[in-house]
């Protein structure tokens, strides 16, 4: 039985390479799309995407794929439940029943609306223009709704777009989880604003692109981003992608008046690199090459940035280098005004600009504005309010324009609503968690973070979580890693340990 | 029959327009190997270029094509000799014969083959090392050879490898071409040789690349190159390479121990940019949607680079820009010194910096090696002397290396051996007959040049030769626009007067 079922795992997998390499074509498409291509590449691209997810589809839902797995299926049984094959028949399983509920023509053309649809937010963000996003955006929400009707039986509209991201997780189970979390952080957030404020105007000085990259790819270099496989481009809105196993690149956009933009961008993307890099060479190419789940991915990019990038041992370390690379801007900063400044808690209007404290707010939400529209509460015409009105009763601000409103984030404008944003939080939450086990094991690695050093921490994440790719749900992993389900104690007890040191006792 | 004539051209055309996007995908796959990609990412682009040429080739060679073109005879028969659809079952037909000959694997093979020798070149070149391409050159011989076999009845071997480049033209019409050529460039070279030499080493000061990129960014806007339509980056062999009828984009590389190194590399890309984004808006996505032949196209690289970029009336105008660009490094050098700088004829090593007297000589020089290849007279091991031995017969010069001997080029380690240079001197011959026509009909044309004017030129070369794409063969159009076929004495009369003005009388 093993050696047929090692044929048929073998041309399985050769299946999916030809699926993997029309995804990494497909992505490498959409990073060019956002960072090189002229405008007038904008209408073909998007039929270039199309016709991408049109052939990459037909391939995930060719029915030779489902023989294979069901022939597959006595070969996994016979396997111990350990094993890599187990899990790459489990993971393909998933994909290809999800796939196959999904029409091809509906996917491609998607595809083809999203790709054209973020061409037009691109444009229109910088001119705080939500009537010109209005119509795709609508198309969008229709779209998806249609998308989660293809998988009947949810208990909620929003769970199957849910699951695409983060497996296994429901609006039922996020929902309290959300709640609890909001209640544990609105009394943190109003403390500190009882507090004297940190200064932090120095980081809206003027700092010249060129340094700014500089600096920050030093930063990534000594986590651990390969440049030899991976790169970092310029864009609107930044984000990881992938093309193989070997070429995974990050993007940022700098702002020159404002130094923590892209300084910290840089490591989150870094910290997702890292993640995908990291996986077994021995996944290359097949469907396990690939994270976990949305929500620890964003462990791991929470994690690089804040954990170990707003950390008061990294900035004793680092911002000798920082101010070597801006001495005039920075002459008047001693390090821990610079830490404090990094760290600075106040409800502000930008979700990748916000603290660690009020950022779980921004995307609660995200997350319920997401809700609504799918359940028909929300029309796409009340949206921009609905948002200024949210960050009204959330945060107490209100953004002077939908540019810094609803036009915000990229994520609606460049893909389903719905399953968009959940992840930033779960990831948090599960950052603390997989850090506080790598710290019970190596107690060294704060120390080691102090001297600029990250490679225990870098190993450490590596062997329990990178390399196993998408081996593992979410949930197995964080269970094998930490021995515990999700849980927001170790994050809260993180945030009240840091932000007492900065602010006084919480 | 016009009507069934026009759904089936129609159907034609939605297939074709798939095949237009894949090769497009597979343009941008390439551009990015060849500009950004981080090394890891090779071996899974090479396979991605592969699967892309698969995709294409199996949907050029759908014999649901060869019916719809059968259906069409009838249609294109009925309609007058010059009308589009004629000229699309046409050029279909040739696409479509000339592709079933080729098996899918080859198609998929070779490509994947060139990109990963590709690659393998663009390393092994800075380091002079001939041995590493070697086995993959040896392969590209095989193959090309097998490609050319695929075509039987060929009186040359080459011949169906130049008929791709430049369909009609063979190693009969060519060779006693380039010796005509040969024999009348000879002693105009002998006798510029004795003339005192022109200085040009303040060409050799140092020219930042910020700078470079800018002057000459600013002169192919001003030839009318529109940067919403396209953009320039960087690479190890400049090209002009097409994503789209609205994204055709330039690549350049930059010494800056060099100023005309990029500068006119810049000028010629953009010559072949401004024909594809010429071509009729009507024929976008269609088979019409490229240049007629390799030599069409290198007589507009070759036009803007020479007859324009070179000129006199250019520099008089453009002379102090250049200067106020490089205060420093041109203080001591006076326009017409300059002029006379970029016009220095001496015989060089490399060919894209060579002059235009001793240009085809180059080109020459490497029709001839691929001829032998082919022929078998000439082996891929004695490759390299035998580069050296034909520059000291016909340049009097031999390279201190490989790198700038037979790794030169970047033609034969990304593409078949064969048919990969006539279309520069076929280039240089057809430019100058275009030009004296464009002249003769507009003869302001240089009096606008030397006020920094390209429109009138521009329009014409777009009106008599762009927007018709590949409507017309090459020999066509040149018959159409100059009503003379292919002949060398306007190209030798231009450099004749350009040059008895540069060094006295020739």
Do not use: C
Not at 134 to 142: A, D, S, Y
């Amino acid at each position: 039985m093993n050696a047929l079922g090692q044929t048929k795992r073998n041309e399985l997998i050769g299946r999916w390479q030809e699926i993997y390499d029309l995804a990494g074509i497909a992505a490498l498409s959409s990073w060019d799309q956002t960072t090189y291509m002229p405008p007038g590449g904008g209408p073909v691209r998007a039929r270039q995407i199309a016709l991408l997810e049109r052939l990459a589809h037909e391939r995930r839902t060719d029915s030779a794929i489902g023989r294979l797995l069901d022939d597959l299926e006595p070969y996994a049984e016979s396997l111990p439940a350990d094993h890599d094959d187990v899990s790459m028949v489990r993971v393909m399983r998933k994909l290809y029943e999800r796939a196959a509920r999904i029409p091809t023509d509906f996917a491609a053309e998607f595809a083809e609306h999203t790709a054209n649809t973020y061409m037009v937010w691109a444009a229109a963000r910088p001119r705080n223009d939500f009537a010109a996003v209005r119509p795709g955006l609508q198309k969008t929400l229709e779209m998806s709704r249609q998308m989660a009707e293809f998988f009947p039986g949810h208990a909620h509209i929003a769970d199957p777009l849910i699951d695409v991201a983060d497996e296994g997780m429901t609006v039922a189970t996020i929902r309290p989880l959300f709640e609890e979390l909001r209640q544990a952080l609105a009394p943190l957030v109003a403390t500190i604003a009882q507090r004297p404020p940190v200064e932090n105007d120095f980081l809206y000085r003027h700092y010249p692109k060129a340094q700014q990259i500089e600096f920050g790819e030093q930063i990534i270099r000594a986590f651990g981003y390969d440049f030899k496989r991976g790169r970092q481009d310029e864009t609107h809105h930044p984000y990881m992608t992938k093309f193989a196993h070997d070429d995974v690149r990050i993007t940022t956009r700098i702002d020159e008046q404002d130094l923590g933009n892209a300084l910290f961008s840089t490591m989150h993307e870094s910290g997702h690199a890292l993640y995908e890099l990291g996986i077994d060479a021995a996944y290359a190419s097949t469907p396990l090459d690939t994270g976990a789940s949305a929500g620890v991915h964003e462990s791991q990019s929470r994690l690089w940035e804040n954990i170990v990038g707003r950390s008061r041992r990294f900035w004793q370390h680092y911002y000798p280098a920082l101010r070597a690379q801006f001495p005039a801007q920075l002459a008047d900063v001693e390090w821990d005004a610079f830490y404090h400044a990094v760290n600075r808690v106040a409800p502000s209007l930008i979700r990748t600009e916000a603290d660690e404290v009020t950022y779980n707010l921004h995307v609660i939400i995200r997350f319920g504005l997401e809700l609504d529209l799918l359940e028909g509460k929300l029309t796409v015409d009340e949206l921009p309010e609905a948002w200024h009105a949210r960050y009204v009763e959330n945060l107490g601000l209100r953004a002077p324009d939908d540019r810094d409103g609803v036009l915000q984030d990229v994520h609606w404008y460049g893909g389903p609503i719905g399953g968009s944003f959940q992840g930033y939080t779960l990831g948090n939450i599960m950052a603390s968690q997989f850090y506080a086990t790598a710290l019970a094991s190596h107690p060294t690695i704060e120390a080691e973070i102090g001297q600029g050093r990250f490679d225990t921490l870098h190993t450490w994440l590596r062997e329990n979580i990178y390399r196993h790719g998408s081996k593992y749900t979410a949930q197995e992993l964080l269970a094998r890693v930490t021995g515990k389900p999700l849980t927001i104690e170790p994050y809260l007890a993180y945030l009240r340990t840091k932000y007492s040191d900065i602010y006084g006792p919480l």
